[in-house]
């Protein structure tokens, strides 16, 4: 049996963790830690979790658990994934995987000692849609990619978590709707194209939001081999959206939720759609972590893979800043 601990008993692992782990036969989520009691015995109870820790070090030094995720605001996940790194345990972090580069090479560097893995959990890289894309510009039945156009949007995390007054402050979210859902895209980007996205000019905006953060950005990007593209998140935009165009030298990618997958030739013209199928090939983002820690294999959306991610980020709100263009340093 697979042991788990989660640190942050909030909405994401309420909503997915708990309930996605429970559904694994040879798994079990036998510790939970976080600040707040009411939260920490609500989930406890519904699970008939036993250990429950108000410090989450505590448990790190009690329980005898194969890995740790960590479900917290994001300025703790470098600290409580070094954290865990150090107790020896293998880590599944939320995005954005840290706050600044400098907290990735932290996290990096206590895994390497101690001989564990980082996960990080850009859960789009689990959606059938996405590994179905990537297939098909794998295969070259478009030619290159030579450019792409994405966007998500969605209400603000008031309707998520309505509890979570930290995603409005820059302190503890670092950033608003770029660093919460446009990093989803920009990484589902990245993967699916294959492209490394290396300058960026960035705009954010702050329109409705309350709070010290952002709540829609506009980035243009350029590919390390040349290529342009652009990228959009919104917390202003209801109903939600996430969609990409990913534009080749024989037609065009498409993929919107709900809409399906759709490849357009341009020559001669022609449409055609992809059949999706209904589940990811790694059945979900947590059995495929606990595949991992139990077959002791590193997993391929790593640090270095939500870190490059991050990177992008990070370079798009320093060019909104100054209003220069970044290069993105990882
Ligand atoms: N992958 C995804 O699609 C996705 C979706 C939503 C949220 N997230 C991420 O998950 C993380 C948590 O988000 P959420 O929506 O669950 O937030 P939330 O505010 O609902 O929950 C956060 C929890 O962390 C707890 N906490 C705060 N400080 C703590 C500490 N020092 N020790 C232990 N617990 C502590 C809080 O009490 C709260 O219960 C964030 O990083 C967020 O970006 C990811």
Known sequence: MLKIAIIGCGRITEVMYLPEFASI??????????????????LGNFYGIKGRYRDYREMLATEDVDAVCVCTPNYLHAKMTVESCRAGRHVLVEKPVATSIAEVKRMKAAAKEAGVFIMVEQTHRFVPANERAREVIRSGLLGKVIGFRARVGSGDPRNWSPAGKWFFKKEQAFGGALADIGIHIIDTVRWVSGKEIARVQAFTAKIAVKGTVEDNAALTVETTDGCVGTIEASWTQSPGYFGYQIFCEKGMLENVTGKGLRGVLSDPPGEMTFDVPTKSVHQSAFRYFADCVMKDEKPFVDINEGGRSLAVVIAAYRSAATGRVMAVKF
Do not use: E, Y
């Not at 079990?28 to 609500?42: E, M």
């Open 25 to 42: 036969p040879d798994v079990s989520v036998t510790a939970l830690a976080d600040t707040n009691t009411k939260n920490l015995n609500r």
